[in-house]
């Protein structure tokens, strides 16, 4: 040991001592002096043990060959014994300064070696003989210097870690790993290098590296070894976010999730994955054989529900449902009968689902797309309790990743789609309408028709349609309109651009005109080049990469995972219909002379509506996804937006439009807070549906008007700066009647405000 070593252990011990009362330090002292004394005693099987051994507890040594131990050896037995094992002839050798934790079992049939300052977490594995199939050929296990493996490691015969690496919690290492990285997995692959600054893992270790500056943060809380799941949720892509995922315990299910019942939130999110029989004990007796009862079951289930809908300590919880244990079949032929585990299992899920719907900010996600990903691997699960492939736990991070988009109200809200080739198939213009594919007893047609119907789908799910296609604009709509097997028609579309100009420029006009930003849109297109394009031209549109074999298209669609969304509202299911009503207003725009004329003849009605059960869904939702007209661009959760309205000193108002031409919905947000004769205005939301309305200018006269009511004699609003809200600062410098110092805006409240002419203002439940 270097004399600097033993400095910096020195000041370490110290530094932890300095808190300690003096009866604390003599107990430790005493306990100290009792490990040194036991520590020949119980390694006395050894053949060499070095100077300062520590034993706490009683370690199990059987030594039918050689067994080596270095200076300032320590074994921390107290929870589980440790295991120590030579078989004849074979050797055991471990360095100087090795810290073994509680659990861990090294056994040598032939060769093991373990560098110095080497520390075992709990229950790590070292054999250099595959236990799963006696009488093979062992292989010698070399272990490097400062290398540290973190709890549950397994690490298989004829591996070698390199000097400096660190393994983490859960991993199987089945392959030799170079010297100086972090390595991680089940099978253990590296991860990154280590760097300087890394320090020992706490127990459990984090598990992967955290990708730099997250936008998300998040706990995974699992009853399996959830490495992979980590590192894949952490694997950045295309759509966002960048996701720092934290493991719970191993196996610490309730007791996490009482932990996480504190009232301040800790984690953006928490992932929840159980087996069923873990989880649920009346189900582990129904697989056993065992009868249990119906409401035995759905009790332990509510159980399990209570403890989840309890959960403070993360914004929003995601929880998967449960499925049947790997090649279960239960009853067989029976088992969807009663007394089956099958059936047990679609009620365990339905009473699941029924009561975190109680919940708003709990969402219950369906593993059976994940579990057809991959196969399960018992050796896997016997070596390092990993519970899933990695195909399995990829397309779980995948689904997870867009909860965690939908819920920060990222969901893309348009999908333009080429036509030739991608909506049917054939050119359109080379071939006629009569003779594309699509449809009839034909592969490729019954494919794309299956693609148009899940296209439609989406559209009734609140995302907008639209064409971008390089073709002669009537030949094209003939096609659409014209042909037997068209299911997405010209009415279902919000637009199109349909001409020979280029694509990415169309796709710039096109939602210009929609007043939807390049941040909402999907373009799917067979043409790579055409993709390429896009891409290069408008980073922000998210342009997938597409299949060339059209009876994929389906499976490609289903697996974008761009469009989840939180909550659907009546404003989402006819938003195509209200599209269709804004082109109607543009057309009599251009009919009238002036934009007062325009605006009077619309007959706009503002209807003005404290924040309530029943409009807090669209609320919450309008707060999160909305970016142009937004003056803060606060994100807060169903629940958060509610406690925070709740205060005596706030209002928060729900803003519907409509005219004659149809009920745009609810479409804007007006929060407001009381300081003294202050009134602050903490959230001006609007929807682009219904800008340049003058609906602006009723926001600010309806929040005047309120000001006055309650006595405030000065009004502000302050503007936060972001990426995508400059239309909202120029609205507001805009205002004449407005002062302006820096980012906020201020209005004598004791003057009127000048209501908008044309306008009617309905007001309800106002106090």
């Known amino acids: 040991m270097t004399q600097r070593s033993l400095l910096q252990r020195a000041r370490a011990s110290l530094a932890r001592d300095r808190d300690l009362s003096l009866g604390q330090k003599f107990e430790k002292g005493l306990a100290n002096g009792a490990a040194l004394v036991r520590a020949p005693f119980f390694l006395r099987a050894c053949d060499r043990v070095g100077a300062r051994a520590r034993t706490r507890g009683k370690p199990v040594v059987e030594n039918l060959g050689t067994i080596e131990i270095g200076d300032d050896f320590q074994l921390n037995?107290?929870?589980?014994?440790?295991?120590?094992?030579?078989?004849?002839?074979?050797?055991?050798?471990?360095?100087?300064?090795?810290?073994?934790?509680?659990?861990?079992?090294?056994?040598?049939?032939?060769?093991?070696?373990?560098?110095?300052?080497?520390?075992?977490?709990?229950?790590?594995?070292?054999a250099d003989h595959d236990r799963e199939e006696p009488g093979g050929a062992p292989e010698p296990v070399t272990i490097g210097d400062d290398v540290w493996l973190a709890a549950r490691v397994r690490v298989s015969k004829g591996v070698t870690i390199g000097e400096g690496t660190v393994v983490t919690a859960g991993s199987v290492v089945t392959a030799s790993l170079p010297a100086g990285v972090v390595a991680g997995g089940a099978p253990a692959r590296v991860l990154r290098p280590r760097r300087p600054t890394d320090t020992p893992p706490a127990e459990p270790a984090p598990d992967v590296e955290a990708p730099p500056n997250p936008d998300v943060r998040g706990l995974i809380v699992a009853d399996f070894t959830a490495t992979e799941l980590a590192v894949a949720i952490e694997k950045t892509d295309d759509l966002g976010p960048r996701v720092a995922a934290e493991i719970a315990p191993f196996d610490q299910v309730v007791q996490t999730l009482l932990a996480l019942a504190s009232p301040t939130p800790a984690h953006d999110f928490a992932f929840v994955w159980t087996r069923p029989e873990r989880a649920i004990p009346a189900f582990a007796q129904l697989l056993a054989g065992d009868a249990v009862t119906h409401d035995a079951l759905l009790a332990e289930v509510d159980a399990f529900a209570e403890r989840v809908l309890a959960v403070k300590g993360a914004r929003f919880t995601f929880v998967a449902a449960w499925a049947l244990p790997p090649?279960?079949?239960?009853?067989?032929?029976?088992?969807?009968?009663?007394?089956?585990?099958?059936?047990?299992?679609?009620?365990?899920?339905?009473?699941?689902?029924?009561?975190?719907?109680?919940?708003?900010?709990?969402?219950?996600?369906?593993?059976?797309?994940?579990?057809?990903?991959g196969e399960f691997d018992p050796r896997l699960w016997y070596l390092g309790k990993v519970g899933f492939s990695r195909e399995v736990f990829a397309a779980a991070a995948a689904d997870l990743r867009a909860a965690i988009r939908g819920v920060r109200g990222h969901a893309r809200k348009l999908l333009v789609l080429d036509l030739d080739d991608t909506m049917w198939g054939g050119i359109v213009g080379d071939l006629g309408w009569q003779n594309l594919k699509l449809g009839g007893h034909d592969m490729v047609g019954e494919a794309l028709v299956d693609f148009q119907r899940e296209v439609l789908a989406l559209s009734k799910r609140g995302v907008a349609l639209a064409v971008v296609s390089k073709n002669e604009e009537t030949v094209a709509l003939e096609a659409i309109r014209s042909h037997p097997e068209m299911i997405v028609r010209d009415t279902d579309l919000v637009g199109w651009r349909i001409n020979w100009r280029d694509k990415a420029q169309n796709i710039a006009d096109l939602v210009q005109s929609l007043n939807l930003g390049l941040q909402s849109v999907v373009f799917i297109d067979d043409n790579p080049i055409e993709r390429a394009r896009v891409r290069e031209a408008l980073p922000e549109v998210f342009v997938p990469e597409w299949p060339e074999d059209k009876t994929r298209y389906v499976s490609a669609f289903r697996a974008l995972g761009c469009f989840d969304v939180p909550?659907?509202?009546?404003?989402?299911?006819?938003?195509?219909?209200?599209?269709?009503?804004?082109?109607?207003?543009?057309?009599?725009?251009?009919?009238?002379?002036?934009?007062?004329?325009?605006?009077?003849?619309?007959?706009?009605?503002?209807?003005?509506?404290?924040?309530?059960?029943?409009?807090?869904?669209?609320?919450?939702?309008?707060?999160?996804?909305?970016?142009?007209?937004?003056?803060?661009?606060?994100?807060?959760?169903?629940?958060?937006?509610?406690?925070?309205?709740?205060?005596?000193?706030?209002?928060?108002?729900?803003?519907?439009?409509?005219?004659?031409?149809?009920?745009?919905?609810?479409?804007?947000?007006?929060?407001?807070?009381?300081?003294?004769?202050?009134?602050?205005?903490?959230?001006?939301?609007?929807?682009?549906?219904?800008?340049?309305?003058?609906?602006?200018?009723?926001?600010?006269?309806?929040?005047?008007?309120?000001?006055?009511?309650?006595?405030?004699?000065?009004?502000?609003?302050?503007?936060?700066?972001?990426?995508?809200?400059?239309?909202?600062?120029?609205?507001?410098?805009?205002?004449?009647?407005?002062?302006?110092?820096?980012?906020?805006?201020?209005?004598?409240?004791?003057?009127?405000?000048?209501?908008?002419r044309g306008i009617e203002v309905v007001v309800e439940a106002a106090p």
């Not at 009968?337 to 708003?360: F, Q």
């Not at 005047?704 to 502000?716: N, Q």
Request: contains cysteine; hydrophobic residues 45%; glycine residues 8%.
């Open 327 to 373: 090649g279960a079949r239960g009853l067989g032929m029976l088992d969807m009968k009663s007394g089956g585990a099958s059936r047990a299992l679609a009620a365990m899920n339905l009473r699941l689902a029924e009561r975190l719907d109680a919940s708003p900010t709990t969402f219950v996600l369906d593993p059976t797309r994940w579990l057809a990903a």
């Open 567 to 756: 909550s659907l509202s009546a404003e989402d299911a006819a938003r195509t219909r209200m599209y269709v009503e804004e082109k109607k207003r543009e057309e009599l725009r251009a009919q009238v002379g002036s934009l007062d004329e325009w605006l009077l003849g619309l007959g706009t009605k503002v209807q003005f509506a404290r924040l309530a059960a029943s409009n807090l869904p669209r609320t919450a939702q309008l707060l999160n996804k909305t970016n142009q007209m937004n003056l803060r661009t606060r994100r807060l959760s169903e629940t958060e937006l509610m406690e925070w309205a709740s205060a005596p000193s706030r209002e928060l108002w729900a803003v519907s439009v409509s005219d004659k031409l149809g009920a745009a919905g609810l479409t804007g947000i007006l929060g407001l807070e009381w300081d003294g004769a202050r009134c602050v205005v903490t959230d001006y939301v609007l929807s682009c549906r219904v800008m340049g309305r003058r609906v602006e200018e009723t926001l600010v006269w309806f929040a005047t008007e309120r000001a006055k009511a309650r006595g405030a004699t000065r009004l502000e609003a302050h503007y936060v700066a972001t990426p995508k809200n400059k239309p909202c600062l120029g609205f507001f410098a805009g205002l004449a009647e407005l002062a302006r110092e820096g980012d906020v805006f201020t209005w004598d409240a004791t003057k009127p405000f000048p209501q908008p």
């Open 77 to 126: 037995c107290a929870f589980a014994p440790v295991r120590l094992f030579a078989g004849p002839g074979a050797t055991l050798r471990i360095g100087d300064e090795v810290n073994v934790n509680f659990g861990a079992d090294i056994a040598a049939e032939d060769a093991i070696t373990i560098g110095s300052r080497v520390s075992f977490g709990p229950y790590v594995v070292v």
